[in-house]
């Protein structure tokens, strides 16, 4: 079985409107800024729901809660939720300057860790990631940044390019920059602690919150000028939460899951999959396929990104 589910859309300050420009999404309303597509979720106060076929309108959570073995398969029975939130992030300004906590302080502050990766489905020319700490910047140095606004200028920056991937370990200090569109893997946490926002206001056009004291005790301050990811084969992301896999399937080729015992989520980079169904997924689509020896065929030549977690 392949399953589509509806997405929850974002208002974000740094948002915009790719989403409708890109991928021809039907967006909430005709004008806001929309930063994030959370397209499988599955959170206690937001829930992404099948969009059609017969599991039709069942949130991910009641299918995890009443259908975990039969849909996702074996192993995750002391997992209360599904284990992974995928999202798809339109950049048009710079995020804040940011971490997710490691496990190690995430329950003394309150929050939950989160390790995430990010595949560059789209960038401008001169668009910026900005990702760990530059040379000689000791954690006094950035606490000083700190102090006097210029935390930007302590952050390494590195300009990716479309089909770039980088694996944004928690701890690790972290923001992108405007013009990039992003899919984003990673654990099924929402925590993140801003540590520096350019200064500006938000939506109700008040200071964003900032968490210096939180962030400080995140931050790896051993992370220097860390550069984007070479693949390992087809792996493009491997840690114990997920593992991502890129591949360029030739017109008419098949792909399922990893082991049949698991599901899978396959998301549509270029070119169109069509399932068993007749149905078809378009660039920004993504699918889970269940249990099972379920495939998805390219209707044409095609790359897509698979994630998967590891046994």
């Known amino acids: 079985m ?21 991928y021809q999404r039907e967006l ?19 829930q992404t729901v099948v969009a059609k076929g017969p599991l039709a309108g069942k949130s991910l959570h009641d299918l995890w809660t009443n259908s975990r073995e039969e849909i996702f398969g074996s192993g995750f029975d002391q997992i209360d939720r599904f284990p992974l939130l995928i999202k798809i992030l339109d950049a048009r300004d710079d995020l804040s300057i940011q971490v997710h906590p490691p496990c190690a302080v995430a329950d003394q502050l309150g929050g939950e860790p989160k390790t995430e990766m990010w595949y560059i489905a789209a960038a401008s020319p001169e668009a910026k990631l900005y990702v760990g700490l530059k040379k000689n910047i000791s954690k006094a140095d950035f606490q000083a940044a700190i102090n006097n606004g210029t935390v930007d200028q302590a952050v390494h920056a590195i300009t990716p390019k479309q089909g770039d991937s980088i694996f944004i370990p928690s701890g690790r200090l972290h923001a992108i920059g405007a013009g990039l569109l992003i899919f984003e893997i990673q654990q099924n946490s929402d925590t993140t602690y801003r540590v520096f926002d350019w200064n500006r206001v938000g939506l109700d056009g008040a200071p964003r919150e900032l968490h210096v004291e939180q962030s400080m005790a995140c931050i790896d301050f051993e992370d220097i000028e860390p550069s984007m990811d070479e693949a390992q084969g087809n792996t493009i992301a491997s840690c114990e939460h997920f593992v991502v896999d890129q591949y360029e399937l030739e017109k008419s080729a098949e792909i399922g899951n990893p082991t049949s015992d698991r599901f899978s989520i396959i998301a549509v980079v270029t070119g169109q999959l069509k399932d068993a169904d007749g149905n078809t997924y378009q660039p920004g689509d993504f699918a889970l396929i269940s249990k099972g020896e379920s495939n998805l065929t390219a209707t044409e030549k095609s790359t897509i990104i698979q994630s998967y977690i590891p046994s």
Do not use: A, H
């Not at 909430?28 to 599955?42: A, H, L, N, V």
């Open 2 to 22: 392949v399953i589509k589910f509806s997405p929850l859309y974002m208002q974000r300050v740094w948002g915009g409107r790719e989403l409708e420009k890109v």
């Open 28 to 46: 909430p309303d005709k004008s806001s800024p929309y930063g994030e597509s959370w397209e499988i979720c599955d959170r206690e106060d937001e």
